[in-house]
């Protein structure tokens, strides 16, 4: 009599828990400290000298901060709401069609800028606007903007296909049969189900946008610097521990907008 293999369970290998809480230990001891140490009195980065609010306040005074986190702000949401009406288009696009020859193509083509590193994609990125400003004369924000949204499409496609991949196709059918034209269908069957898909792909390219150094400080101009560009040039000048209070304020946004994104997501 043939014995019943066991399934392959990763939590049962040997040292799973104590490699997954030194990842883990790894991964958060320096936010947490970073966080602790934004409260600090002193001036001092490495010694404790009591709680303060102080270098809160004094980001608040900094004006170059204020100015830096308000382009941020801004750059993210209009970078993120074109990349996912783009990505919202490519889904139903490569999910609402039969299946044809090189889709898979189309995929690895939407992608793409998840498998190119991303210094390659910033030198690209700045190669091409470069030969527009010459061209032109134009140097303003509009090449952060198209740089953000075309490096975010596919970050925003992801759910949002999974969500499309997901949805009851005979919803769609059955308008179709009751004489809805296709723009109707969509209006008032495909988008109130694919609404979930369409915010957590916005708040994911949002976070991938507000978080991006390499692409930005490559592609600004002079004078528009975003809130992770002026961190890091400050880190280049003189750490002041004002900066850790922008970095706690800044990782507390993220993981609310990716806390927000999962209970979207998640199951009911």
Same mark, same amino acid.
């Given at each position: 009599?043939?014995?019943?293999?066991? =399934?392959?369970?990763?939590?049962?290998?040997?040292?799973?828990?104590?490699?997954?809480?030194?990842?883990?230990?790894?991964?958060?001891? @320096?936010?947490?400290?970073?966080?602790?140490?934004?409260?600090?009195?002193?001036?001092?980065?490495?010694?404790?000298?009591?709680?303060?609010?102080?270098?809160?306040?004094?980001?608040?005074?900094?004006?170059?901060?204020?100015?830096?986190?308000?382009?941020?702000?801004?750059?993210?949401?209009?970078?993120?709401?074109?990349?996912?009406?783009?990505?919202?288009?490519?889904?139903?696009?490569?999910?609402?069609?039969? @299946?044809?020859?090189?889709?898979?193509?189309?995929?690895?083509?939407?992608?793409? @800028?998840?498998?190119?590193?991303?210094?390659?994609?910033?030198?690209?990125?700045?190669?091409?606007?470069?030969?527009?400003?010459?061209?032109?004369?134009?140097?303003?924000?509009?090449?952060?903007?198209?740089?953000?949204?075309?490096?975010?499409?596919?970050?925003?496609?992801?759910?949002?296909?999974?969500?499309?991949?997901?949805?009851?196709?005979?919803?769609?059918?059955?308008?179709?049969?009751?004489?809805?034209?296709?723009?109707?269908?969509?209006?008032?069957?495909?988008? =109130?189900?694919?609404? @979930?898909?369409?915010?957590?792909?916005?708040?994911?390219?949002?976070?991938?946008?507000?978080?991006?150094?390499?692409?930005?400080?490559?592609?600004?101009?002079?004078?528009?610097?975003?809130?992770?560009?002026?961190?890091?040039?400050?880190?280049?000048?003189?750490?002041?521990?004002?900066?850790?209070?922008?970095?706690?304020?800044?990782?507390?946004?993220?993981?609310?907008?990716?806390?927000?994104?999962?209970?979207?997501?998640?199951?009911?």
């Amino acid at each position: 009599m043939a014995t019943r293999s066991t =399934p392959f369970v990763i939590k049962r290998m040997p040292g799973f828990g104590s490699i997954a809480a030194a990842v883990f230990f790894m991964l958060y001891a @320096p936010i947490t400290l970073l966080v602790i140490y934004s409260f600090n009195e002193k001036d001092s980065l490495a010694v404790w000298g009591g709680f303060s609010v102080r270098w809160y306040e004094a980001a608040w005074d900094n004006r170059d901060i204020k100015e830096a986190a308000f382009r941020s702000l801004w750059l993210a949401a209009v970078a993120a709401t074109i990349a996912t009406a783009v990505a919202t288009l490519a889904a139903i696009a490569t999910t609402r069609t039969k @299946p044809f020859r090189g889709i898979t193509t189309v995929y690895a083509f939407i992608n793409m @800028p998840l498998m190119v590193p991303e210094i390659v994609t910033a030198v690209a990125l700045l190669i091409f606007f470069a030969s527009i400003k010459v061209a032109t004369g134009y140097t303003g924000a509009i090449y952060l903007v198209a740089a953000h949204a075309a490096f975010c499409i596919p970050f925003a496609y992801l759910p949002i296909r999974a969500r499309l991949e997901s949805m009851d196709s005979t919803l769609e059918m059955a308008a179709a049969d009751l004489y809805a034209s296709p723009i109707e269908a969509f209006r008032r069957i495909t988008l =109130p189900l694919l609404w @979930p898909g369409i915010m957590a792909g916005y708040m994911l390219a949002f976070v991938i946008s507000l978080d991006d150094v390499v692409i930005t400080e490559h592609i600004k101009s002079a004078g528009m610097e975003t809130l992770p560009t002026y961190m890091l040039g400050q880190l280049r000048r003189e750490m002041s521990p004002d900066v850790n209070a922008v970095s706690a304020i800044f990782f507390g946004l993220s993981v609310l907008l990716v806390t927000f994104f999962f209970f979207l997501n998640r199951k009911k």
